[in-house]
C-alpha cells in the first residue's frame, strides 16, 4: 500500500525541482495563515456573506482586481526567473524544460489572468457608475463570470505543484501541444483552465454590453456617454464575436489529445496551420480587447486633469469602434512567414497599416485636449503621460512589422518581443494603473499616497525602459524569443544583463505600489475623501459619494450633456443636491450558488485533465444541480426602503434630504 502511494504521488505532484519545493511550502503557509486569521478573527460568516455570495458589481470589481494583482505578482516572479536565465551566458538557474513551462505559464498568466480580471475589475467597479446605472443588467450572471474566472485561474496555476505546466508556449502549437510530443496533464490543465475562465470572460462581455445598451440613465443617449463605457461597449463587442473561436479551438485541441481526433495533426488528414488561424482569429482581437478599455481611462484621466472638453468625442468612437472591427481583419500578420503567399500577405498587411489610423487617431485627441489645458500632474495624469510616447513607439515598431518583406527579419527575434510587452506594458498595465489610482477614492473612499505612487511610477518608467529597449537591438542582433540559453561569441551579454537589471527594477515598482496600498488602509482616515469628487471629476460617478452605497444612486439622475456631472457643477456651483425624492429601490439579493457552481466547474475540468470520471461525472452533475436550484429559486430580490435610504444617505453625505 505505502508503494503505491508513493508511486501515485511521485507521478501525481510535480518534484524533483528546489524552486518547486519551495512553491509547495509558501502555498502551504499561506494557506495556514489565511484559514488561521479568518478563524481567530471570526470572519468566515462575513467573508461568505459580504464577498463571496456578493452581487454588488462593485465587490465583485474589487475582487477582479484583487485577483489581478495576485496573478501580476505571479506572472512577474516567471519574468524575473526568466531574465535572470538570460543575464548572462550559459546559465543553468533553469534546465530548458522548467525554462519552457516558465516561458508559457508567464505569457498565459499575464494575457488572461492578470490583465483580463484587472479589465473586468474596472469594468464592474465604473461602469454602472458612470451610466447612472445601480447595477448591471445581470447581477448573478456577473458573479457566476467572476467565479467561472477564478476557478479556471486557480485550475490553471495548480498545475505549477500537481501534474506539471504547459510547455508548448502560450498559444500552444500544434504538434508541440499534441499527445505525441505533450503526453503529461500539463497541457491538459492549460486547456481546461482557459475554457472555464473563458466561459466567465465571454459572459462578462455579454453582461456588459446589455447594461450598457439599456441601463443608461434617462437622458444619456450613446453619444452622451463617457468614453471609457465607449471603450468598454467596443470591447465586448469583440470579446462576444472572439471568445468562442477561442472556446471551440481549445475544445477541438482537447478532442485532438483525448479522444484521438485529428483536427490539427497532419498523419491523420488534419492541419496545424488551421489551429494557428484559429488561435489567431481571436488573440490578435483579444489584444485589442485589454487596450481599448485603457484608451478609455486615458481619455477620462486627460479631460478630467486638463479641465477641458475631451477634444474629437464623436472621433473618438468612431476611432474605437472601428479598432474593434479592423481587429478581426489582421490576424495572418502573425504568420507573414509561414507560406500564406504574397496576397494574402499583402492583404494583411494593408488592414494592420490601416489599424494604425484610428489608433493614432486618439493619441492626436489626447494631445490636443492637453494643449493649453490647466493640467495637474497627479498620480493618474503621469501614468496618461508616461503611456503617449510608450505606446507611440508601440505602434511604429508594430507598423514595421506589419511590412510582410521586413516581417522576415523581425519574425520570431528579440524585436518582436520587446514590440508586444511595449504594447501591453505601456499600454494596457500602464492604462489600468492609471485607472486605478484615478478611480480608487471611488472605490475605497480615500487617496493613496501621492508620493509613493510617484516613486512607483519612476520605477516602473525607467526599468520598462531598461528591460524592453536593449531587446529592439538584441532581436536585429539575431536573438530569437525562446532561447533557453546562449553562447559569450553571440555578444549580446551587455544588453541582456541591463534588460535583466530593468526587471528588476519593474519588480522593485512593484514593491512601491503594495507599500503604497498598504500604507494607503493604514491611514485611510487621513486621506478620507469627504466630497465624492476628488478629483473635481466631469462624470455621473463623481456625483455620488465615496465609497458609493449599495444602491448606487439614490434618484437616478436624468442626463442633457457629455460631461453631466461637470456641467451641473458649473450650473449651480453645488456639488450636492439637497432635496430628492425617494421611492424604494429593488436590488438583487446575494447568492451562493455561482461559486458552488464554479467549484463544480473546479471539479469536472480536474477530472477531465486526469481521466478520471467519478470527478467528471460529479462535477458536471454538480453544476446541473446548481442551475436547476436557481432556475426554481424565485428568492432572488428585495427593496430598500425609503427610511433606510434616508439614514444611509443622511449619514454618507453629511446633509438632510
Known amino acids: 500500500m505505502w508503494e503505491k502511494i508513493k508511486e501515485f504521488a511521485s507521478g501525481f505532484f510535480v518534484t524533483g525541482d528546489p524552486l ?38 462593485k465587490k465583485i470589481g474589487i475582487m477582479y482586481i484583487l485577483s489581478a494583482f495576485l496573478m501580476l505578482f505571479r506572472g512577474g516572479v516567471d519574468a524575473l526567473l526568466m531574465r535572470a536565465q538570460l543575464a548572462m551566458p550559459e546559465l543553468d538557474l533553469l534546465p530548458p524544460d522548467h525554462y519552457n513551462q516558465i516561458f508559457t505559464t508567464h505569457g498565459v498568466i499575464m494575457i488572461l489572468f492578470m490583465a483580463m480580471p484587472f479589465m473586468f475589475g474596472l469594468f464592474n467597479i465604473m461602469v454602472p457608475l458612470q451610466l447612472g446605472a445601480r447595477d448591471v443588467a445581470y447581477p448573478f450572471l456577473n458573479s457566476l463570470s467572476f467565479w467561472l474566472f477564478f476557478s479556471g485561474a486557480m485550475l490553471f496555476n495548480l498545475s505549477f505543484v500537481i501534474g506539471g505546466s504547459p510547455d508548448a508556449g502560450w498559444l500552444a502549437y500544434p504538434p508541440y501541444s499534441g499527445s505525441m510530443y505533450n503526453p503529461g496533464v500539463g497541457q491538459d490543465f492549460y486547456i481546461w483552465g482557459i475554457q472555464i475562465s473563458g466561459l466567465g470572460s465571454l459572459m462578462t462581455g455579454v453582461n456588459f454590453l446589455v447594461t450598457i445598451l439599456k441601463m443608461r440613465a434617462p437622458g444619456m443617449k450613446l453619444m452622451k456617454m463617457p468614453m471609457f463605457s465607449w471603450s468598454v461597449l467596443s470591447s465586448c463587442i469583440a470579446i462576444i464575436f472572439s471568445f ?50 485603457a484608451f478609455g481611462i486615458f481619455s477620462e484621466i486627460v479631460s478630467t486633469f486638463s479641465k477641458k472638453k475631451l477634444f474629437g468625442y464623436k472621433s473618438m468612437v468612431w476611432a474605437m469602434m472601428i479598432i474593434s472591427v479592423l481587429s478581426f481583419l489582421v490576424w495572418a500578420h502573425h504568420f507573414f512567414t509561414m507560406g500564406s503567399g504574397a496576397d494574402v500577405n499583402a492583404f494583411f498587411a494593408l488592414t494592420t497599416m490601416l489599424i494604425a489610423i484610428p489608433t493614432g487617431v486618439k493619441v492626436f485627441n489626447w494631445l490636443f485636449t492637453m494643449f493649453r489645458g490647466k493640467i495637474t ?35 520570431n ?26 478611480w480608487w477614492p471611488k472605490m475605497f473612499g480615500f487617496k493613496l499616497n501621492e508620493r509613493i505612487g510617484k516613486w512607483a511610477f519612476w520605477f516602473w518608467n525607467i526599468g520598462f525602459y531598461c528591460c ?55 491611514h485611510q482616515a ?68 455561482p461559486i458552488v457552481m464554479s467549484a463544480f466547474w473546479f471539479i469536472a475540468g480536474f477530472g477531465f485533465i486526469f481521466d478520471w470520471t467519478g470527478f467528471i461525472y460529479t462535477g458536471l452533475a454538480g453544476v446541473v444541480g446548481c442551475l436547476l436550484y436557481h432556475s426554481f429559486n424565485y428568492d432572488t430580490d428585495y427593496y430598500i ?14 446633509v438632510n434630504i
Not at 529592439?472 to 536573438?479: E, K, P, R, T
Not at 426602503?641 to 453629511?654: C, G, L, M, Q
Request: hydrophobic letters at 45%; one cysteine or more.
Open 20 to 57: 518547486i519545493y519551495g512553491a509547495d511550502v509558501t502555498i502551504v503557509l499561506t494557506l495556514i495563515a489565511i484559514v488561521s486569521g479568518l478563524t481567530y478573527f471570526k470572519k468566515w460568516k462575513w467573508l461568505w456573506r459580504d464577498w463571496l455570495t456578493t452581487v454588488d458589481h
Open 244 to 293: 468562442p473561436i477561442l472556446t471551440a479551438t481549445l475544445a477541438l485541441l482537447f478532442l485532438d489529445r483525448y479522444a484521438g481526433a485529428h483536427f490539427f495533426t497532419l498523419d491523420g488528414g488534419g492541419n496545424p496551420m488551421m489551429y494557428i488561424n484559429l488561435i489567431w482569429m481571436w488573440g490578435h482581437p483579444e489584444v485589442y480587447i485589454i487596450v481599448l478599455p
Open 413 to 438: 527575434s528579440y524585436f518582436l518581443v520587446a514590440h508586444f510587452h511595449q504594447v501591453i506594458i505601456g499600454g494596457v498595465v500602464f492604462g489600468y494603473f492609471a485607472g486605478l489610482y484615478y
Open 526 to 593: 487621513k486621506n478620507r475623501d469627504t466630497t465624492g469628487d476628488p478629483w473635481n471629476g466631469r462624470t455621473l460617478e463623481w456625483s455620488i459619494p465615496s465609497p458609493a452605497p449599495v444602491y448606487n444612486f439614490a434618484v437616478l439622475p436624468n442626463v442633457s450633456h457629455q460631461d453631466e456631472w461637470w456641467e451641473q457643477k458649473q450650473a449651480s456651483g453645488e456639488h450636492r443636491t439637497k432635496k430628492q425624492h425617494l421611492e424604494p429601490i429593488h436590488m438583487p439579493r446575494n447568492s451562493g450558488v
Open 377 to 411: 500632474f497627479e498620480t493618474p495624469m503621469l501614468w496618461t503621460i508616461g503611456f503617449i510616447p510608450c505606446f507611440i513607439v508601440g505602434g511604429l515598431t508594430g507598423v514595421l512589422l506589419s511590412v510582410a518583406p521586413a516581417d522576415f527579419q523581425f519574425h
Open 641 to 654: 426602503p425609503v427610511d433606510e435610504i434616508e439614514r444611509t444617505e443622511a449619514a454618507i453625505r453629511k
Open 468 to 522: 524592453f529597449m536593449p531587446q529592439y537591438v538584441l532581436g536585429l542582433m539575431g536573438m530569437t524569443r525562446r532561447v533557453v540559453s546562449y553562447s559569450w561569441d553571440k555578444g549580446w551579454w551587455e544588453l541582456n544583463l541591463v534588460s535583466t537589471i530593468g526587471a528588476v527594477l519593474m519588480a522593485i515598482a512593484f514593491l512601491f505600489q503594495v507599500w503604497q496600498i498598504v500604507d494607503g488602509f493604514k
